[in-house]
């Protein structure tokens, strides 16, 4: 299984781990069935992403789409940051092997479960089209419609 560069450095190097005990929104997904668990902390402040921390239990692409996803949210406004896909994950890694896109998944699923945190936090309506669930299926991510 071969890796990217930036994969490997996300993985060695990666940015924004840690906790955030102030946090204005968090969010934890996993999957039992790939044992790969990421938690999402979020600082809000005039409706943009001004911090953001993870942690993450997982093997080296859980690690590094939670390192990404962090990058490419930080400064953003929430409802930018409500439009990370997976698939943007994945292209700015330089791509992931077919079995790891499910760590994707789960990057772009931690980050709105930290914005629906946010939204239920503050007492604004979380819509369901955009915060939707987990298909849960770590097998074959297609039922994600990936």
């Known amino acids: 299984m071969a890796y990217s560069e930036k994969v490997m450095d ?30 999402m902390y979020l600082k809000i402040n005039d409706g943009v992403i001004t911090d953001v921390k993870f942690n993450t239990f997982g093997c080296a692409s ?26 943007a994950v994945v292209e700015a890694l330089d791509g992931l092997p077919p079995a790891k896109i499910h ?11 930290a914005l629906k945190d ?15 669930g987990s298909c849960g299926d770590c097998e074959s991510c297609e039922g994600c419609g990936v």
């Open 118 to 132: 946010y939204y239920e936090r503050n007492g604004m309506e979380a819509d369901p089209a955009i915060f939707g």
């Open 10 to 39: 996300h993985f060695a190097n990666p940015r924004n781990l840690g906790k955030m005990d102030d946090a204005d929104g968090v969010g934890e997904v996993g999957n039992a069935k790939c044992g790969d668990i990421m938690k």
């Open 62 to 87: 859980a690690i590094a789409t939670s390192s990404m996803a962090t990058e490419m949210i930080k400064g953003q406004k929430v409802e930018d940051a409500l439009k990370l896909s997976n698939k």
């Open 103 to 113: 760590c994707s998944v789960l990057a772009e699923q931690a980050v709105k479960a």
